[in-house]
Each structure stands twice: as structure tokens, then as C-alpha cells.
């Protein structure tokens, strides 16, 4: 079995991210134009919204009819402004008049920076853990990483190794009187 490089984990992880993030950052919008609050006002007053959607202190307005938000430029049927952060007490009112529809809806909780600040903590998390994990595999095989305890400090070189050599009795010179005795030793000790 052929042992996957570290770096493959690490792409595919990011590329795992990268089509979470596009696929929730490429929702389908609806071309709205930004005018100015004030503007928006006098749409409502000229009676040419017929839905608004207020979301935080972003203000969408359905118009009845595409109109021209400046001079010369394209005609649109969906406009938005920020509501003035000291508000406007006679803003329900005037819709209310002009019988606009109001939905309000809470702030955009699913974007995709909110859901990436949810979800990093745990790839972090099982970040983490997957070098922990891989680290113990390694580690299974011996304390060190497969090599002994001495060996810690000693590095990664390899030791030098002598070649042993057989020594016979007749390596042994002179000492016939020891040899002798050695050799009943040895014959005794095959059969006693």
C-alpha cells in the first residue's frame, strides 16, 4: 500500500473549504439598486412601492414600477438604503398610508463569514487531533519513531559495525595444556 503525501490531505481539506465557502457565497441575488434614503422616501410618497423588507437597518423596497434611480441610468423594480441609524418615527406611518407591505426580517445570520467563524474553531479542533492521531501511528512502532530508547540522541546516523570473527582452536597458539583441558570441557558438556 503506498503511503499518501501529507500535502494531498492539506489540498483536499482546502479545496473542501474553498467549494463550501463559493457554494454559499453564490447565492442567486436579484439586481437591487442602493439609492439614497431620502429617494426612497419619495417613492413611497409617489405611491410607487408596493413592498418593503427590512432587514437590520437595510431597507429593500419593491417598486410597482421599474424607474430610473438617476438620470440616464437603467430602470430598475427593486431598490435598497440604510435606514438612518437615529431612525424615522414617521417611516410606518407613511407606509401604512401608501398601504406598502412591511416584512421584517432579522440580520443576515447565514453569510458565509459567519458560517466560516462557526465551522473554523472546528477544523482547527479536528486539525489538531488528526496530528495528534498521526503522530501516535508513528510512534506506535517504537517510543522514538521505530528506533530505541539510547538511540534518541544519538541522531539518525548509523552506527559503525565491526565484523565479528570466529576464533577456532586452531587461532590459539601455543597453551597446549589449555587447550587440552578446554577441549574435555567441551566434549563433556556434549555428552556427560
Known amino acids: 500500500m503506498t503511503k499518501i503525501p501529507k500535502w494531498a490531505y492539506v489540498a483536499v481539506g482546502g479545496l473542501i473549504l474553498l467549494l463550501l465557502y463559493l457554494s454559499l457565497s453564490t447565492a442567486v441575488k436579484v439586481q437591487v439598486t442602493e439609492v439614497p434614503y431620502s429617494q426612497l422616501k419619495s417613492y413611497v410618497s409617489q405611491g410607487l412601492v408596493n413592498a418593503v423588507e427590512l432587514r437590520g437597518s437595510q431597507l429593500t423596497a419593491q417598486l410597482s ?30 407606509f401604512e398610508s401608501q398601504n406598502v407591505i412591511v416584512t421584517t426580517l432579522p440580520e443576515d445570520e447565514a453569510s458565509p463569514t459567519r458560517l466560516l467563524y462557526a465551522f473554523l474553531p472546528w477544523v482547527v479542533l479536528f486539525g489538531v487531533y488528526f496530528w495528534f492521531w498521526n503522530r501516535m501511528q508513528r510512534n506506535i512502532t517504537g517510543r522514538f519513531g521505530g528506533r530505541e530508547p539510547s538511540d534518541f540522541l544519538a541522531g539518525s546516523a548509523r552506527k559503525e559495525q565491526k565484523p565479528e570473527r570466529a576464533i577456532t582452536f586452531a587461532d590459539v597458539a601455543g597453551q597446549e595444556n589449555a587447550k587440552r583441558e578446554v577441549g574435555e570441557l567441551v566434549d563433556f558438556l556434549r555428552t556427560p
Do not use: F
Open 65 to 94: 414600477k421599474p424607474v430610473a434611480a438617476t438620470p440616464g441610468a437603467r430602470e430598475v423594480d427593486r431598490v435598497e438604503t440604510l435606514v438612518p441609524i437615529t431612525g424615522d418615527p414617521d417611516l410606518l406611518a407613511l
